[in-house]
């Protein structure tokens, strides 16, 4: 499928080509880096996560940011968050309305990004977990139009593109004294996210201050508004089948790991985050016998990958079980973090909340509808949510 862009920012301006077979989005992750370039398709987003960030970054730039942004998300580096994501998951759920109906967005929102300060920044201050509370939201729950304006400076001293500005200004303002606080603890001081990018070098290389500003917006963007999505979806989705959530708070009391996260997994497959995931191409490539002039781009499409039912029998179907045994979904049929050398660097920490925040919520509460019927998906921002923020009841388990 060929679609048409009209030069916004961040688009070819001849064309997308967009695919989902399972050997085009293999040729799509495998493309080389110099040829075949995420960043520019992501442009328009600079203004939300500067541009050091990974996401708008091609070629060295980006292979060079991604090593010294890998070792903080280590399998050994996610067992050292798990005790603190745990107990922040917990002090939430034990937060939640019992017995009336209540927007779970609303809630997950605001765990996803304590976790973010807490556990990636770092932040203990407590007025400077106020204050961040406040900035987050206004800055990512920002309109098409709002961001597609950043981009002509003649409208920048107008309202509302003044006042978000503003608020760019100040978080970045308080990212840098955070960096200035974990740099004068030194080294081992401190077990989060940040302390590890602090002392991440590769061939004596290091991350600078605005570097790692835009790590850290990069992490807040990629990281606060898609997960609370997903869990949404999740607990909306678990309310309305009964037999998956009792199955599901089974593995939570037995420690059955492998199940929950086949439950996250499922959920990220019949509502991915990421619609597509695009790459632009600065030489001619052909993909499935169509020629792709440079300029133009290749999308995969998450969404239809993720319906093949060559790899997902009855699509439609919620089926955890697909995630077990031996021969999961292939990468180039499930991936709601992209894949290739742009794959999500922040994923398995995505996946490791989603199941911990998982786990307390079925040990704590049973969970059912307020109507029978599902809630349709809506636009928000840069993700798809339930419309009316997938609103459930929550009744305290008695054993």
Request: net charge positive.
């Amino acid at each position: 499928m060929r679609t048409r862009n009209r030069n916004g920012p961040g688009l070819s301006s001849r064309g997308t080509l967009i695919v989902n077979g399972p050997d085009h989005v293999k040729q799509v992750f495998a493309g080389s880096p110099d040829t075949w370039h995420a960043g520019e398709c992501y442009e328009i987003i600079t203004p939300l996560v500067s541009e050091l960030s990974m996401l708008v970054q091609d070629r060295q730039e980006h292979a060079r940011s991604r090593k010294l942004v890998t070792p903080a998300f280590t399998s050994a580096a996610l067992r050292s968050y798990e005790p603190m994501i745990g107990t922040l998951a917990e002090d939430e759920v034990r937060q939640w309305p019992t017995g009336r109906t209540f927007r779970v967005q609303d809630r997950m929102q605001r765990v996803t990004l304590e976790i973010i300060l807490r556990v990636v920044f770092g932040v203990t201050d407590p007025a400077r977990l106020t204050r961040l509370h406040a900035l987050v939201p206004a800055l990512t729950d920002v309109s098409p139009v709002v961001l597609m304006g950043l981009h002509r400076r003649s409208l920048r001293p107008l309202p509302p593109w003044r006042t978000w500005l503003a608020s760019r200004r100040e978080f970045v303002a308080v990212l840098r004294a955070q960096i200035a606080e974990h740099r004068q603890a030194g080294p081992g001081a401190r077990s989060d996210v940040l302390s590890r990018l602090l002392k991440a070098e590769v061939d004596g290389d290091r991350l600078s201050d605005d570097e790692l500003v835009g790590q850290l917006m990069t992490l807040v963007m990629a990281g606060y508004e898609t997960t609370a999505t997903a869990m949404t979806w999740l607990v909306h989705d678990l309310a309305r089948m009964p037999d998956v959530q009792d199955r599901a708070r089974r593995a939570a009391s037995e420690g059955d790991t492998a199940y929950l996260d086949a439950v996250v997994k499922e959920c990220m497959r019949i509502h991915p985050v990421l619609a597509l995931v695009s790459r632009g191409l600065s030489e001619e490539a052909e993909i499935g016998g169509v020629r792709v002039a440079a300029g133009e781009s290749v999308a995969a499409s998450v969404s239809l990958a993720h319906f093949n039912p060559a790899h997902f029998p009855e699509p439609d179907r919620f089926r955890p079980e697909r995630f077990l045994g031996d021969a999961p979904p292939p990468a180039t049929a499930w991936f709601p973090f992209g894949g290739g050398v742009r794959r999500c660097i922040g994923a398995a920490f995505s996946l490791l909340e989603s199941r911990l925040l998982l786990r307390r919520i079925l040990l704590t509460f049973e969970l059912t509808a307020p109507t029978a019927g599902p809630e349709r998906a809506k636009a928000r921002t840069v993700v798809t949510a339930p419309h009316r923020g997938g609103r459930v009841i929550a009744t305290p388990r008695t054993s």
